[in-house]
């Protein structure tokens, strides 16, 4: 059965929901998300920390990847290519930004790197492990040939969904850390 249709109704409902959660979100908020991201990426030091440059009110974050490289991380933010594939150039802040071949703002150097933790942006989610993304696929065909990657959705809790048809492009991720709590999912994509 293809879901296409109902998960593009949905994504519709989950942007606007997503921007209303953003706008009710406060510097409390920010702060749990820094802790809890703390407590599942443990030592920083020596890390590859991967994230995104947010918009249309997705969680703030460039505030984790700033935490990290002070904590000596490398961070990175995604470039998608030609070939609509991920690529995760070192990005620190204040680095030159020029817009990738979706026109979202990207690294400029090209300095390539694989991430311990990649920290992924998602309309919302289930507990199984599925989240619902903007649509262009750029995560699900990219996410697996990050196989060493911890991959977690950042979320405000009331994105949390009872369940997202999962079809077999797919790529489950390992956990959502919210404002509230870290979600660890088990048996993604054995």
């Given amino acids: 059965m293809d879901y296409s249709k109902e998960k593009n109704k949905n994504r ?6 997503r921007k209303e959660l953003f706008f009710l979100s406060s510097s409390k908020d920010q702060e749990s998300f ?10 920083l030091e020596g890390k590859i920390v991967a994230g995104y440059n947010s918009f249309g009110g997705e969680v703030n974050c460039l505030e984790l990847l700033k935490f990290s490289s002070l904590r000596g991380a490398l961070t990175a933010l995604p470039y998608v290519n030609s070939k609509k594939f991920i690529e995760f150039r070192e990005w620190r802040d204040g680095d030159d930004l020029e817009p990738d071949f979706y026109n979202i ?5 090209n300095n390539v790197l694989i991430p311990d933790i990649i920290l992924i942006p998602l309309l919302c989610f289930d507990l199984n492990g599925m989240r619902l993304g903007m649509g262009g696929g750029i995560y699900d ?19 949390e969904v009872k369940c997202i048809q999962k079809e077999e492009h797919d790529f489950l991720i ?7 709590k870290v979600f660890i999912f088990k048996g993604k994509n054995s």
């Fill in 174 to 180: 390992d956990g959502v850390i919210t404002e509230k």
């Fill in 105 to 109: 703002l990207s690294p400029k150097k």
């Fill in 141 to 159: 065909r990219s996410l697996p040939f990050f196989n060493l990657s911890d991959k977690f959705g950042l979320a405000f809790s009331g994105q």
């Fill in 34 to 43: 820094l802790s809890f991201f703390s407590s599942i990426a443990g030592v």
């Fill in 12 to 17: 519709l409902i989950w942007k606007k929901k």
